[in-house]
């Protein structure tokens, strides 16, 4: 329907063969967004639907008088293919409570002679009646030898736990067909017997040891049916008895620990024990990369994490110096890296990266000498470091890390410009910064350490100045960006302020921006106004953002502000030639 206040809900077919659609219109405001017009408007209806040639029935009303119809009759009317006709057979089955009904029933599921479709139908009757012995005949009906029956039995069983059919189920999880397996893990989920954890564990293990072996038939079946695990998990948690869990937390097997630890943590979130969290830090990947995912919400367990990082840092530099180290099993750096981002707030945790960092100068943090500067030591304090990546680094590092920028500038400068440097605490390190940047040589150098300074405008350097304000408007776009990036961490000079005001004609917008934001922050109101009378001549400042100009002279005097409206106006209006155009063009029209 191409309306919108068209809401179908329910389709039902009536007794001659026609649908009867509902629509509820205005009405049905659930889930629905477009649900928004008002009731009185769009008061809904029911309407029928018919194929245009349909030959209509002529005895619509054939339906039985079902107080004559024999059990026997009863039990063949469930198959009849008037839905309105099954449906009451099955209704007036239960409210007789015959038992003849359940044997009937459960001899044509049995009967390998009929269609699967008849056999589902009956065990459906079997489940619509729900009595006792209905029930019963639904468990002995898991052992019927067809996947399609024997799934629909349980399904059947598990709408109505029972109990009784606990073994069967169980054993079924040995069948082979995924399908099977779900729906038998789904109903030991629902019965929820705290036996059947195991058998529900035995096959996570299979299912995980075909595809580490990939044996071709096993692993078929693994890939076939890849929520067959994830179905056992979940009927363990609707079992939801922690304390049977527990016992695989030590398993020789790697995926049930892991799954042991999955389930608990979601049955009581937070109470992990610490020791389970640290035997999988030091575990298999998969477990490991678990442990350390929890870890990140508990960053009480600090004090007890930290000393082991601390040994597999020590086992990593042994290793790489030859020194019989061998491999050292346990997380990355990058994930430790990782989880110190969540504990960075954590004074023990700064004080332990500031130690890594302070033992490459050979000195440790209480003071007492160590080894002589390292390089691979250096770059694991580094690595550990950027857990504060983007943002200030804490205070207690901040000494260490001028001592660092002093004696090893090539790897410390470039790693300063992954941090927020510009807060009131960081500005001993740039001034530190700022001497080895005058101290050294090398243009090229020089230039690549002046990139780690923060975005402000703060070392002086006037012949520096000058040659990247010539750099900024000559249009060479390999050094442009280059210029301007730089040029924004430098104490602007008077002149260079001259050379950008004077090339402003050469820049493209984007220069042309960095060049406007560069003269306007001298604070000279004369330059000022020597830019804003040379922008309103300049066709490519017609390239530039809406409101630009009047945002970057918002703080400036009212005179400048007044000025930059005017030039923002000019910019946005046509141009001569064009407006005559369009009026001419506009005087043709009819």
Known sequence: ADRIDFHPTDVIEDADGSLLIVDTGGWYALCCPTSRVDQQTAAGGIYRLRPRKAVPRTTPAA???????SIEQLVELIHDGRPWVSRMALLTLRERGDERAVWLLSEQVTDASRLVERRLAALWGLSWIGSEVALESLARLLDVSHPHVQHAACQAIAVHRVTAARSQLEALLDSGEPSVQRAAAEALGRIGNASSIAPLMALIARLESAGVKGNNADLAQANSDRVLSHSCQYAILEINQPAQL????????????????Q???????????????????QGEPAERAFA??????????????????????????????????????????????????????????????????AACLGEL?????????DQSQLAQGLALAEAWRNSELPDSMLPVVERLVMSEPQAMMPWLAKFDLAGEAMQTLVAAMHTMIGNCSDPVIQRQWLASLPAVQGYR??????????????GDVAVVKEAGELLRRLQLTSAAAET???????????ELMRGMELVSSLGNEELDRRLLDRLAQLPTARALPQNFVVNLYRSKSALLLQQARKVEEQLVAPSDDVASVVAATLKTLP
């Open 63 to 69: 339906t039985p008088v079902w107080s004559d119809v």
């Open 246 to 261: 527990e016992a695989y937390l030590a398993a020789d097997d790697l995926q049930q620990r892991l799954v042991a630890m």
């Open 263 to 281: 389930l608990l943590e979601q049955l009581r979130p937070g109470e992990l024990a610490a020791e389970v969290i640290l035997r999988a830090v």
């Open 292 to 357: 350390m995912s929890l870890l990140q919400d508990r960053s009480e367990l600090a004090g007890q994490v930290l000393p082991l990082l601390d040994v597999q840092l020590r086992q990593a530099l042994s290793s790489e110096a030859g020194q019989g180290g061998g491999a050292h099993p346990g997380p990355k750096l990058s994930e430790w890296t990782g989880l110190l981002v969540a504990w960075r707030d954590q004074e023990s945790v700064q004080q332990f990266v500031t130690g890594q960092l």
């Open 365 to 373: 943090v209480n003071g007492e000498p160590g080894q002589d500067l």
């Open 461 to 474: 350097d006037d012949v520096l100045v000058g040659q990247l304000a010539e750099a900024l408007v000559q």
């Open 500 to 510: 950008i005001l004077n090339g402003l004609e050469r820049c493209a917008a984007p």
